[in-house]
C-alpha cells in the first residue's frame, strides 16, 4: 500500500512559514527594522518603492556581520539571539526566532551588502525564492543594507491580495512610526517613491512624540514616569481635550517591543472616565519595562501579543499611573482628591480578561435591514408631497421587519397624526410632538445624519454644493499615507464645498468649506473621513456613500444643542422629505412612539 505522508521540501515549508510571518510589505519593513536595531544602529533609512511591493530597501550603520554570518543568515532557525531553551523567556531583542530572513528570501529577490567595522572588504549575497544566487566580496560601507524586491514574485495569488498602494503604505509608515516611538535615541529616515516622507532625528521620547505627532505642542503632554516593584511605566498621554473619535493614536510598548492588547487598553481608557466621552479615545505612547522572564513574546508570529505573568497587577499599575497623572493637571474624574503616596497600591478591582470585550476595529458592521419596499413607497410619497410630512407618516407593513425581527420604530399612520404642530425638546436631546395615539419622539442628531447624508449624496451624483471661501485658510498635517488616500478622494470634497489643496509634505491646506458647516478642527475632521474611508473600502462601500456617511456624522447638530421651534419644525419636515427617514445612516433609529397604552402602564 502507497505511503502517503512524505516531508516537504525546504523552499516549500519555507514558503509555509512566510505566510505567518510576512502577511505584506509591513511584514517586511517590520523585519528589517528589528535586525538593524539588534545591530546597534544609530542611522536606519528606509526606502520603498510602490508601497512596498516592488521594493523594500533598508540601510544601516549597525556592526554588521561577517562571510559567515552573512550566509548563514538565510538558513531557517539560524539565530544568534538564542541557543538554548531558557534564552527564549530572557529575550530582549527584537528578533530571535531566525525565520525571518529565511522566510522574506522565499518570497522575494533579496540583495544584501554588510561588512563589519574590522573587515576589509564586505559581502555581497543574491537570493532569490530560497535560492543562493550569488555570494562575492566587495567594498562597502560598515553597516548593513538589504533590498528586499518584488516581493510574492514567485506566489501570484498572495500578490494579488495586498491591498491599493495607498492602503500598503499607510501600514509600511506605521510600522515605521512604531520603530520609531520604541528607539527615539536612533535616527530614522523614510523614503517613498525616492521623496523623503519622514525624518526623525536622534532626540529623547518626548521630543520623538511631539515629531510624529506633529499637530501636537508640548502643553499637550502629560508625562508618565513611575518606578514600582513590578513594572516601571514611562511615556506620554495627552491631555483629555485632545483625545480623538479614532484610536490610531494609541501605542504600548513592552521592553521596547510593541504590542497589542485590549486588556491593558481598556485600563487606560478607564483611567480617564470622567474626563472624555465614551466615544472619544486618548492619545498615548506607554512603554513598559519589565524582567524578561515575567513577560511571554513568543505567543504569535507576529509577534504584536504579549502574556504577562501577572497581568492583573500591570492593569492595577498602570490605570493608576495614568490616573495619577491626570490628577496633576484635572481634578479626579471621580470627585476625590489623588493620594499620591498610596495611589499606585490601589485596589482597583480590574475586570477579567473576558470582561473586556475586543475591539472590533473597522469590519463592525450594522446588519442591514430588509426594508420589505420601505424604499420605492417613501420614494413615491416624496415625490408628490414633500412638503407635507404629516402624509408621510403611513407605516408599510413590510417596515414591521428588520433583520427578521420587530422594529419598535414605527412611524405613526396618517390617521394617528394630531392636528396640532407642537414641538418641544426632551433633555436638548429628543424632539417631541403629540400625535392622537400618544407622543412621536425624534432622536435630532441621528435625524439630522440622515437629512444630510442624503443631501451629501444628491450633492456628489447630481448638484454640487457651493464652497465658502475662508478669510484664513487652515494648513493641516496628515499622517503618513493619510496623504494620498485624502488625494484619492478630493474631487468627492469638492462636489461637498471644500476647496483643499496639496501644501507640502503629508500637508494641504483647506481654502473654503461647505456653507453650512461649522467647524472647530478641520484636522480632526479630515482625519475621521481618511480614517472612515479606509475602514468602509475594506467593506466595499461606494466611495460617495463613504464620504457622505463620514461628512454627515460629522456635520450634525449634537445631543445636547438647543433648537428653536421652527427649528425643530423644520427639521422634522425635511427628516420626512428623506427617501429612509426611519433610520440614521449607520441603522440607528430617527423615529420611535410612545403611546398611550405605553403611558398608562406607567401608572
Known amino acids: 500500500m502507497t505511503d502517503f505522508i512524505k516531508l516537504l521540501p525546504d523552499h516549500v515549508a519555507s514558503q509555509i512559514a512566510a505566510g505567518e510571518v510576512i502577511q505584506r510589505p509591513a511584514s517586511v519593513v517590520k523585519e528589517l527594522l528589528d535586525n538593524s536595531i539588534d545591530a546597534g544602529s544609530t542611522e536606519i533609512i528606509l526606502y520603498v518603492k510602490d508601497a512596498g511591493k516592488s521594493l523594500v530597501q533598508i540601510i544601516d550603520n549597525g556592526c554588521g556581520m561577517s562571510v559567515l554570518d552573512a550566509r548563514m543568515c538565510w538558513e531557517r532557525h539560524a539565530t544568534s ?66 533590498a528586499v524586491k518584488n516581493l510574492f514574485f514567485n506566489i501570484p495569488a498572495r500578490r494579488n491580495f495586498l491591498k491599493s498602494n495607498p492602503v500598503e503604505w499607510k501600514h509600511v509608515a506605521e510600522e515605521f512610526n512604531r520603530a520609531a516611538f520604541a528607539n527615539p535615541g536612533i535616527g530614522f529616515k523614510l523614503y517613498h517613491n525616492d521623496e523623503l516622507q519622514l525624518e526623525y532625528p536622534a532626540e529623547d521620547l518626548k521630543q520623538r512624540v511631539l ?43 513592552v521592553n521596547r517591543r510593541f504590542f497589542k492588547d485590549n486588556y491593558l487598553n481598556h485600563a487606560v481608557n478607564n483611567a480617564f472616565e470622567g ?11 506607554i512603554q513598559i519595562e519589565i524582567d524578561p522572564a515575567q513577560i511571554d513574546i513568543n505567543v504569535h508570529p507576529t ?14 499599575i498602570l490605570r493608576a499611573v495614568v490616573r495619577k497623572a491626570l490628577g496633576t493637571y484635572v481634578q479626579n474624574p471621580d470627585g476625590g482628591d489623588f493620594d499620591d503616596n498610596r495611589f499606585i497600591h490601589l485596589q482597583l478591582n480590574p475586570p477579567t480578561l473576558s470582561e473586556v470585550k475586543p475591539y472590533m476595529g473597522g469590519n463592525a458592521t450594522v446588519s442591514k435591514p430588509d426594508w420589505g419596499g420601505f424604499k420605492e413607497v417613501y420614494q413615491q410619497q416624496r415625490q408628490q408631497n414633500a412638503q407635507q410630512w404629516e402624509k408621510l407618516f403611513q407605516t408599510p407593513e413590510g417596515l414591521n421587519k428588520a433583520g427578521g425581527q420587530k422594529q419598535e420604530t414605527l412611524l405613526p399612520a396618517a390617521e394617528d397624526v394630531s392636528d396640532s404642530r407642537v414641538f418641544f425638546q426632551l433633555n436638548n436631546q429628543y424632539i417631541v410632538t403629540p400625535i392622537k395615539s400618544g407622543l412621536m419622539l425624534v432622536n435630532q442628531q441621528a435625524a439630522h445624519e440622515r437629512i444630510l447624508y442624503e443631501k451629501y449624496l444628491t450633492a456628489l451624483e447630481q448638484s454640487p454644493i457651493a464652497s465658502q471661501q475662508l478669510l484664513f485658510p487652515k494648513v493641516v498635517n496628515l499622517a503618513a499615507g493619510d496623504e494620498v488616500i485624502l488625494e484619492e478622494i478630493l474631487p468627492e470634497m469638492g462636489a461637498l464645498g471644500f476647496t483643499v489643496n496639496v501644501f507640502g509634505k503629508n500637508s494641504f491646506v483647506i481654502n473654503g468649506l461647505p456653507a453650512e458647516l461649522h467647524l472647530e478642527n478641520e484636522q480632526e475632521l479630515l482625519a475621521e473621513i481618511i480614517e472612515t474611508y479606509k475602514r468602509n473600502k475594506q467593506n466595499e462601500v461606494s466611495k460617495h456613500k463613504n464620504v457622505a456617511k463620514t461628512l454627515a456624522k460629522k456635520a450634525a447638530i449634537k445631543a445636547g444643542i438647543r433648537l428653536k421651534p421652527e427649528e425643530m419644525n423644520r427639521l422634522v419636515d425635511e427628516l420626512f422629505a428623506c427617501n429612509e427617514p426611519q433610520f440614521s445612516p449607520d441603522g440607528r433609529p430617527c423615529v420611535s412612539k410612545l403611546t398611550l397604552q405605553d403611558i398608562g402602564k406607567m401608572f
Do not use: W
Not at 509577534?303 to 492595577?316: C, G, H, I, L, S
Open 81 to 146: 539571539k538564542i541557543a538554548q531553551t531558557e534564552d527564549i523567556f530572557k529575550i530582549n531583542t527584537m528578533g530571535f526566532r531566525g525565520e525571518a530572513l529565511a522566510s522574506i528570501a522565499s518570497v522575494a529577490q533579496v540583495e544584501m551588502k554588510t561588512r563589519r567595522e574590522e573587515d576589509e572588504l564586505g559581502t555581497n549575497i543574491l537570493v532569490e525564492g530560497s535560492e543562493l544566487k550569488r555570494q562575492e566580496a566587495i567594498a562597502c560601507q560598515v553597516g548593513t543594507s538589504i
Open 303 to 316: 509577534k504584536t501579543e504579549v502574556k504577562f505573568e501577572d497581568e492583573r497587577n500591570v492593569y492595577q
Open 211 to 253: 515629531s510624529v505627532f506633529s499637530d501636537r505642542k508640548e502643553g499637550d503632554l502629560i508625562e508618565l514616569d513611575e518606578q514600582t516593584s513590578i513594572i516601571h511605566v514611562k511615556g506620554f498621554i495627552a491631555k483629555p481635550e485632545f483625545a480623538k473619535r479614532l484610536r490610531g493614536e494609541q501605542y504600548f510598548f
Open 275 to 285: 474626563t472624555i466621552s465614551k466615544e472619544q479615545f486618548p492619545l498615548y505612547v
